[in-house]
């Protein structure tokens, strides 16, 4: 298989280290005590990054598992569950909340800013009973952020247990979840950590233990089921094998980002700069305010079929990109910035073949994207 320069919004690059550390030798998950204690270790680092006491779990399974097993855990028949929505992940909750029961209390902001706090309290004033919130911290389809840690304080306000999805933003968007009261947050490994796709980290909150614990009717699902997770340390047991060569690549490519505060600086650079670059260049960007420093999405101009166009990128320049989905397939490409990807080189690349592309397609920018990119980029960082 040839293998493509990934600049897309996730899976990213994977480096040679965390590939390796899969190849080692291992022990038996279930049987050995080593293991726990090394399980527990990477999940207390976790817990260190989320700024947060609650304890964490990683558990074998794609980001949507980590999802999934939030609104399968907390939510009954009936419940009302807030569902806020400025992007195609926000309103993906729905989905989630009505297979497992749960009523739908829909809050839609405008999806080319983040989700406006006065708007959603006094929403919330008019609205009683409900049990649990869902929100997306970057919706990456669109790259919008918000800020959730002053959602999660007005939801605790008004008594409402979160799941976040911090999938695209963690670590760099700050992610407070001890201050602000986020009950669940949702991470994966494919994206920020850039460690293979397989896993997904969550962080809960006692209140959401507690929650899952008080419900009149059994959680329908075995895998989906974060109870069978709370107690694993004490009783030295795991529902089921884990995959342990991931977990030790997982630890591998978190060893990588080593300095976080740095990662995030230079993630906010790149971010920066690409975005005065797009927009010196007469191309548009979707976003209005809250832009995401892990993935930009660009409008693509009249005319150029986002196909035919993504794949002129793959050929001529063997660099694959992202495009959108749902209602904003066809009309946005993205360039995923994150982790691996998150690079002065890998960006200088991906923007010199896409202003040739464009070219190629007789769109004429006004500046370089490239050069301009690369002067930013030395200004800010
Ligand atoms: C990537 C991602 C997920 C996981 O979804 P996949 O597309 O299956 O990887 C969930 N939420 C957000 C916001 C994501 O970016």
């Known amino acids: ?44 680092e976790f817990s260190e ?56 209390v829909h809050f839609k902001g405008d999806r080319k ?24 911290h970057c919706d990456t389809p669109t790259g919008i952020v918000n800020d959730v840690n002053a959602i999660c304080k007005l939801l605790d306000a008004h008594g409402i247990i979160s799941i976040v999805d911090a999938v695209s933003s963690f670590p760099v968007e700050d992610l407070n979840v001890d201050e602000s009261k986020i009950d669940i947050a949702v991470i994966g490994s494919q994206k920020c950590l850039s460690a293979c796709p397989g896993l997904t980290i969550l962080s809960i909150s006692n209140r959401a233990f507690e929650a899952m614990e008080k419900r009149e009717t059994r959680i329908p699902s075995f895998y989906c089921n974060l109870l069978l997770w709370k107690d694993y340390y004490v009783k030295k047991s795991f529902p089921y094998t884990l995959p ?36 010196n260049s007469g191309l548009k960007l979707f976003c209005e305010e809250g832009f995401s420093n892990t993935v930009t999405s660009i409008v693509l ?17 063997n660099l694959m990109i992202s495009g959108s989905l749902d209602e904003y397939e066809g009309k946005l490409i993205r ?44 200004k800010l960082y």
């Open 244 to 279: 342990i060569n991931d977990i030790l690549s997982l630890k591998t490519s978190l060893n990588n980002i080593h300095d976080i505060e740095n990662f995030k600086i230079r993630h906010n650079a790149i971010g920066e700069a690409l975005r005065l670059a797009i927009k």
């Open 335 to 378: 360039i995923g910035h994150m982790g691996e990807n998150c690079y002065k080189d890998k960006i200088s690349y991906t923007l010199l073949a896409l202003e040739k592309t464009f070219a190629h397609f007789g769109v004429f920018l006004k500046s370089s994207l490239a050069n301009d990119f690369i002067s930013y980029f030395e």
């Open 1 to 44: 298989m040839k293998v493509p320069n990934l600049m897309t919004a996730g899976p990213t690059y994977v480096r040679d280290n965390v590939k390796l550390a899969r190849a080692l030798d291992v022990s038996n998950p279930d049987l050995d005590n080593n293991f726990f204690n090394f399980y527990k270790e990477v999940c207390e």
């Open 113 to 136: 800013k983040p989700i406006n706090i006065e708007e959603l309290s006094a929403f919330l004033q008019n609205e009683k009973g409900i049990k649990y919130g869902t929100l997306v």
């Open 301 to 317: 101009p009249d005319g150029i079929e986002d196909r035919v166009f993504r794949n002129h990128l793959l050929t001529k320049f």
């Open 49 to 104: 990054i989320l700024n947060t006491k609650n304890e964490v779990r990683i558990l074998c399974g794609e980001a949507i598992l980590g999802l999934e097993a939030s609104c399968a855990s907390l939510i009954e028949k009936g419940d009302k569950v807030l569902v806020i929505d400025n992007g195609i992940y926000g309103n993906g909750f729905k989905d989630f909340v009505e297979l497992y029961g749960g009523e739908v």
